[in-house]
């Protein structure tokens, strides 16, 4: 069961304290969303460091825009979509360099943990040579668990757009997958 179903409306609440200046309420929404937060980051960049910086500076601009954001809309996408525009104007800034994945080696065949290390080593090349545009709709989908409206919102897409580079991407990480 996801963090958000299991309580619907903790999240409502704490963006009321928050709008109200409570700093403990938004670190409820910290520590509810900030793993997702902190993994779509370095899917994104491939570093932790850059990640980290993204996520930091998202977080600065949530508190600041709290005051704006309209109560009844789920605050995941809101706080994805800061974390997204600071990537990218992190990924402008710097031009950072993409963090090659080490290849695990061969997974023995009676040993089914080397095997799940080989399949997330073959995940991750697939995710490094997919275009910044098709990792970012896998990663939206798949890692922070956004719906394909979300995705559109978050991107300022249309959801035609979504599906259709979720499909190229997809198809792509097969390829890649398939080759180890």
């Not at 704006?68 to 710097?94: C, E, M, S, T």
Request: hydrophobic share 40%; glycine share 8%.
């Amino acid at each position: 069961m996801s963090k958000e179903a299991m309580d619907p409306t903790g999240e409502q609440e704490a963006v009321r304290r928050c709008q109200a200046g409570d700093p403990d309420a938004f670190r409820y929404l910290v520590e509810r969303y900030g793993d997702t937060l902190h993994g779509t980051a370095y899917l994104m960049t491939r570093n932790a460091a850059a990640a980290d910086d993204a996520v930091q500076d998202a977080l600065i601009d949530a508190w600041q825009g709290m005051p704006g954001f309209r109560l009844g809309r789920p605050v995941k996408p809101w706080l994805v979509r800061i974390l997204i525009n600071r990537v990218l104007a992190l990924q402008r800034r710097r031009s950072l360099p993409s963090v090659p994945i080490e290849e695990a080696n061969e997974p023995g065949a009676e040993d089914p943990a080397e095997a799940q290390v080989d399949a997330a080593d073959a995940v991750g090349r697939g995710l490094a040579a997919l275009s910044g545009e098709h990792r970012r709709v896998v990663v939206l989908r798949y890692f922070s668990e956004l719906s394909v409206p979300e995705i559109a919102g978050v991107l300022g897409w249309r959801e035609g757009t979504v599906k259709s580079r979720l499909h190229r991407a997809l198809a792509q990480l097969r390829e890649v997958v398939g080759e180890r």
